[in-house]
């Protein structure tokens, strides 16, 4: 029993949740994003020259949660895209939403809004990653 | 495409995975672990009344996570321990484990410690609910 993974799809996939996740927590929620993680500009100006190593952590985690998705969607013969949504959403309700209430369940401060965000983010890159694995063998 | 996951063993899985992180977070590494994320004692005295809220959600985060692993190992047609150990570790790897590093380096003031903690109790988690749903079909 093995499969082949196609690496180029999972890249692809990777990028694309780099960008949109760029977006999500830039011009579309990043000052709410901020203020849930009691983050302030002066915080963000001091970590600038971090902040290659902290995408790079990004990046390669987004390329993880794609390769996993791409091994699924290759046990379970997945091809179209309406079934690499479907794998998307399955995975992101039973991993990703719930490692993140785990995680907030158990965390401190302005969880909520913190949550939100992020399992926001990660519904977003699960779909758009199950879609491009499934459809592109 | 069908599938029927054995809910008793998914009940069974996702208490092994609770009992498991009481385990874990209390008498192992409660102390490491408040310190990592900057906990301190009073927070968890003032947290109290939330506590059973919050234990309920984890314990519904478990459950979610174990249906999940069992679905597959169903759909998959797993049956040995030695690819449960697989499912469980492919789960942990493509999704708690990513999932958490971005937690991780996107909350400040956390510690790396927190997530080595956390990470390694997903990982023990997955595969022990992994194996119990692929060899209890």
Known sequence: MSITVNYLAVLVAAIVSFVLGMIWHGPLFGKAWNEARGVTPEMMEKGKKEMPRFLAVVFVSLFVVAWGLAVIAGYTHLVTLMQGLKLGLMAWFAFALTVGAVDGMMATGRRMPQFLISTGSWLVTFVVSGIIVSCWH | ?137
């Open chain 2, 1 to 137: 495409m069908t599938f029927q996951p054995n809910y008793l063993a998914v009940v069974v899985a996702a208490l092994v995975g609770f009992f498991l992180g009481w385990i874990w977070y209390t008498p192992l590494f409660g102390k490491q672990w408040m310190a990592a994320r900057g906990i301190t004692e009073q927070q968890i005295a003032d947290g109290q009344k939330n506590m059973a809220r919050n234990m309920i959600g984890v314990a519904v985060g478990i459950l979610i996570m174990a249906w999940a692993l069992g679905v597959l190992a169903s759909y998959l047609h797993l049956a040995t321990w030695m690819q449960g150990l697989k499912l469980g570790a492919l789960a942990w790897f493509g999704f708690a484990f990513a999932i958490g590093l971005i937690d991780s380096v996107m909350t400040p003031g956390r510690k790396v410690t927190a997530f080595y903690i956390d990470a390694a109790y997903w990982l023990i988690t997955l595969v022990a609910m992994g194996i119990i749903l692929s060899v209890w079909q």
